[in-house]
């Protein structure tokens, strides 16, 4: 990398550095998978190094952003593959990203190494409250930094949600373990069963620490306030599954009803099949459209035969003898609303009540930060912490906050890269200057080895255990992950959006013939480039010969399948690898 | 109505088909389309099963040919995919790159068949049907082959058996009764079948489940449950259908198990109506949502749909009997007595 700060396009040999606004919205808008990732995980970069069987490469590239690279390939939440260009509407499904992310975790050697950038020790001392995703991220970051890190944790074990919400089924908690053990091998304290505002006070570590982060999620199950929500046999989902997560067997019965519609919902519904349920049904106010979890989630939920109930509303929990007994609940219809998710609310029906039978009810409808349990000094807006906008400062002098606790519910992947970006913050502060910033990386390459072929290859599905291989232990994984050539084939279909294929309109003899091969409308007949200074230029597009000054293609469009390199006579097609990379602003 | 109005139908079955008879009858200047996934013309879908085992031609599936539209003015679209529904601008996406305006539309999509997810990963195994283009090369093996098992989860499946033995085939029948569709099985109800089936020589295969397929040349093994190994030359999977709403997911218009609608069939655009087997509708006196799956029901749906396109107000009634639940939705199936 060069050693200057950069300003502008530098170009070093075929490198070239770019901190151009319209250069850093473009790379947003040609790799629409990392665009997605909360992370910024350079998505491209790691499928390439599983196509070149690098995995070990390919665990470092995720690691960088995101240090738990085995545990989201496992449980992420995917909005990168929402995005991915393979899954745009005429081209197919997108790109299997978080089965090859973790296809390089597995598939590493095992003795892999794990190299890390240090910098000199600062001298500063900072202290991070919950060692959940987001006070893990921090925690590595800052130690990267030269921070001394202290994690208060208040449970016995480390991961937060993911070692308390998260069953074993879907994540092991050895695979866990290892990859947490490799953060706290910086040489990051970690206290347990401390518990800020109960056996330590937020005041005692604000004396001792320069810097504090908040990483306590979301802990304050929301309540339905029907009536019966405190018979026996009713739970709320976070407090369930913390019992399974610990080991317990709480005896159900045969018929569960789960209430909600996320994560925390699915996970419950495939416990109780686990505990040996016979009819468990998930029971949520809109339909399955709105559910917010991804299809694969919703498949692997039917397939272990649990049934969804939409347009329904809880009304109340019915008991005899103290324990529930059945449900009645009121149908749903769909309404407009410009808040709801979707545009779509539910709305009750009138005179719709009916009544289903349960012997355990389960309440998983989200869960809430609770900030004023640790310190009544940390000002709030009911639950929610108040903070600086764009920032991660709370109301208190030396308390940031990140993660769940601060943005309510959300995915792993949103928390860890939350985690990452407040240590930033803190690092800023206690340093008095930016030490990174990010820039594209141009690298003009002669050409790419993918083939139109691999285009037409359909998306593969991760092997899992057969339906009752899944219950005849509690814990084992579900999805056994892809082997070496699975992971390979799959790793063929990405089309490496970092790739930017251009034509240079000085050669160009206007032929045609990269148009006529085109595979969809991706090269297009320019009258005008109408550029800006900001990213908002445009392509003012022609069909009129006379008229045409140049023929560009559009990245946005463009599948990098190759053909119109192939294809012209003039050779005046190039391809340049685009990558947004970190920058050290110090050298 | 104006001249200027063009009615599309999505779907060429008995609720598209009725649905635009009514809408000819009572507009004689409007622009009437159909459009349909399918090459061939409307015909009987529960002939499908005496096609397939060669019991009838083609010819006798047909309930309308191609000139009945023509006379009628009605343009009929074969072999084109509606892709997308954009109901702000009334436009409907075809997949060949088409756009059509319409200014109120029906969508009478009816259904696909269902596959279990517990099937799901031996899809490449198993044939379905549900479309005349599905059968014909199935006419074919079938014609071929000596050992046939069908998966049998719905009501289709006894019929077909049945079909299927007259054509001298030996058939293995292995019931899904625990996810039978649409109806639940009582322990009489299965007796009935089993004895019956075996009084027609069908090897039954009740109270098991599949356990593996595997495939060597062209001949399958099934491998159950309580260890049984059957051989086959075909599996047919008869699990019931689901709405075909797919296309429709993301467009705005409500859809859950199929096209929500209110008692008039009206979606939540206004000139936008659903009949048949993809319509879900509510009904206050079930307290219920419920969702027909048959022919008599399409008809009825399509009649109802087109009337209030024109602006009538008639409320479809629900079926009195033989209504039952499917993973909280009513399920009509009274009509399959009545065929
Ligand atoms: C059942 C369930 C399943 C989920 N499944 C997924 C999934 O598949 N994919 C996905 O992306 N997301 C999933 N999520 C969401 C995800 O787990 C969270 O968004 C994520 O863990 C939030 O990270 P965090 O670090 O902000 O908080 P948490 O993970 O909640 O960690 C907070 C930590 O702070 C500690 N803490 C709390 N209060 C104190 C205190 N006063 N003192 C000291 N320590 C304290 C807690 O013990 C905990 O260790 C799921 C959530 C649940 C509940
Ligand atoms: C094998 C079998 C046996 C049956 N037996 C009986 C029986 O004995 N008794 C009984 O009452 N019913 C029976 N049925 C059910 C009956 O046929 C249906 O209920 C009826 O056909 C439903 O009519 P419909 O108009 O709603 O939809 P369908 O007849 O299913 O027609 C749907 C139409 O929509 C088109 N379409 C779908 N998606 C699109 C799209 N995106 N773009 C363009 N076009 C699209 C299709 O091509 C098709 O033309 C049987 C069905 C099958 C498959
Ligand atoms: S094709 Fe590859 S690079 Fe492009 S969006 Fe999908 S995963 Fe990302």
């Known amino acids: 990398m060069n050693n200057n700060p950069i300003k502008e396009k530098v170009r070093t ?22 665009n997605a990732c909360p992370a910024n995980t350079n998505i491209p970069g790691y499928i390439r190094c599983i196509y070149e069987k690098r995995y070990g490469r390919s665990y470092d590239l995720n690691r960088m952003y995101n240090v738990l690279p085995g545990v989201l390939g496992r449980i992420c939440s995917r909005p990168c593959e929402l995005m991915c260009r393979h899954g745009d509407s005429d081209l197919g499904e997108p790109v299997s990203i978080c089965y090859l992310k973790r296809s390089a975790a597995d598939l590493k050697s095992p003795m892999h190494r794990i190299k890390e950038n240090l910098y000199e020790s600062s001298g500063k001392k900072v202290a991070v409250i919950g060692a959940g995703p987001s006070g893990l991220a921090a925690a590595r970051e800052l130690s990267l930094l030269g921070h001394k890190v202290k994690i208060f944790e208040g449970n016995g074990k480390h991961g937060g ?171 749903n219809r769909l309404i407009d609303s410009a808040t709801a998710s979707g545009g779509r609310a539910a709305e009750q029906i009138e005179n719709s009540e009916f009544t289903l039978e349960a012997e ?65 913050e803190v690092d800023n502060v206690l340093t008095g200057k930016a030490r990174k910033d990010n820039v594209v990386r141009f690298e003009m390459i002669n050409s790419t080895d993918r083939q139109r072929s691999f285009d037409f290859i359909e998306k593969i599905e991760i092997p899992s255990l057969k339906f009752q291989d899944r219950f005849k232990s509690r814990i084992s994984e ?108 110090e050298g | 109505m104006s001249a200027k109005d063009h009615f599309i139908i999505i779907g060429n079955g008995p609720a598209g088909n009725n649905a635009a008879e009514v809408l000819r009858e009572n507009d004689k200047k409007a622009r009437i389309s159909i459009i349909s996934t399918e090459s061939f013309s409307f015909y009987y879908r529960h002939r499908l099963k005496d096609f397939i085992s060669g019991r009838i031609p083609a010819e006798d599936l047909v309930v309308k040919h191609y000139s009945e539209y023509k006379d009628k003015n009605i343009r009929l679209r074969l072999g084109q995919f509606v892709e997308k529904i954009d109901p702000e601008k009334k436009i409907l996406y075809l997949k060949h790159m088409e756009k059509i305006n319409y200014t109120k539309l029906i969508i009478a999509t009816g259904g696909s068949p269902r596959i279990l997810p517990s099937l799901t990963i031996f899809q490449d195994y198993l044939t379905m049907f549900s479309t005349y283009s599905d059968t014909v090369g199935l006419r074919h093996r ?89 051989k086959s030359d075909i599996i047919i999977s008869l699990m019931g ?4 709403i797919r296309f429709i997911l993301g467009s705005s218009i409500d859809t859950d198990r199929g096209v929500l609608v209110d008692a008039y069939l009206r979606t939540n655009f206004k000139d936008i109506y659903a009949a048949g087997d993809c319509a879900q509708i509510y009904n206050p006196i079930l307290k219920n949502y419920w969702v027909s799956i048959g022919w008599m029901n399409a008809e009825e749906q399509g009649k109802i749909a087109a009337l209030n396109l024109l602006g009538d107000s008639k409320i479809i009634e629900p079926p009195k009997e033989e209504i039952f639940e499917y993973e909280g939705i009513k399920v009509n199936t009274s009509w399959w007595k009545k065929f």
């Open chain 1, 13 to 34: 040999n075929t490198i070239l550095y770019s901190k151009d606004p319209r250069d850093l919205s473009a790379i947003a808008k040609n790799i629409p998978c990392q």
């Open chain 1, 161 to 331: 949600m993911l070692m308390y919400g998260i069953p074993e089924f879907r994540l092991p908690r050895d695979i866990l373990n290892i990859e947490v053990e490799n953060i706290l091998r910086l040489g990051i304290d970690i206290e347990y069963n401390a518990k800020v505002g109960d056996n330590i006070t937020l005041d005692s570590i604000l004396k001792k620490f320069d810097s504090v982060i908040l990483t306590t999620g979301c802990s304050l199950p929301n309540q339905m306030r029907v009536e019966g929500e405190d018979l026996e046999g009713v739970y709320n989902g976070l407090e369930f599954m913390k019992m399974i997560n610990d080991g317990e067997k709480p005896e159900i019965g045969d018929k569960v009803i789960i209430i909600g519609d996320g994560f925390t919902a699915m996970d419950c519904a495939r416990a109780a099949a686990r505990l040996g349920a016979k009819d468990v049904k998930v029971n949520m106010r809109k339909t399955e459209e709105f559910m917010p979890i991804d299809e694969k989630e919703k498949f692997e939920v039917k397939y272990e035969k649990v049934k969804f109930y939409s347009l329904v509303d809880t009304q109340r929990i019915i008991g005899e003898n103290g324990k529930v007994k059945e449900i009645e609940f009121l149908r």
């Open chain 1, 360 to 424: 355990t009810v389960i309440i998983a409808i989200g869960q809430q930060p609770d900030p004023t349990s640790i310190s009544s000094k940390i000002k709030t807006d009911g639950n929610w912490i108040k903070h600086k906008k764009d920032s991660f400062q709370t109301s208190v002098k030396k308390l940031f906050a990140a993660g769940d606790c601060l943005t309510g519910a959300s995915n792993v992947i949103s928390a860890i890269a939350a985690g990452r970006k407040c240590a930033h």
């Open chain 1, 478 to 585: 579900v999805e056994t992950g892809y082997d070496g050539n699975i992971a390979y084939e799959e790793a063929k279909r990405c089309y490496l959006c970092n790739l930017k294929y251009e034509i240079d309109v000085s050669r160009c003899i206007y032929c045609s013939a990269c148009i006529d091969v085109a595979p969809r409308d991706c090269i297009k007949m320019v009258e005008k480039i109408d550029l800006k200074k900001d990213p908002s230029g445009k392509l003012i597009e022609t069909q009129d010969w006379n008229k045409v000054t140049g023929i560009v293609i559009d990245t946005s469009r463009c599948i990098r399948c190759g053909v119109c390199y192939e294809v012209c006579p003039m050779d005046c097609i190039y391809v340049t690898k685009t990558e947004l990379i970190e920058y050290d602003l």
């Open chain 2, 142 to 230: 079938i014609e071929k082959a000596k050992e046939i098992v069908v998966l049998g989860g719905d009501l289709t499946s006894f019929s077909f058996v049945k079909s299927l033995v007259k054509a001298c085939k030996k058939v293995s029948f292995l019931l899904f009764n625990d996810a039978f569709w649409p109806i639940s099985l009582t322990s009489e109800m299965i007796l009935k079948i089993e004895e019956n089936l075996k009084s027609h020589n069908v090897a039954t295969f009740f109270n098991d489940s599949v356990e593996m397929i595997k495939k060597s040349k062209s001949k399958y093994t099934i491998e159950t449950k309580q260890n049984n190994k059957i």
């Open chain 2, 241 to 244: 259908m689901i709405p075909n």
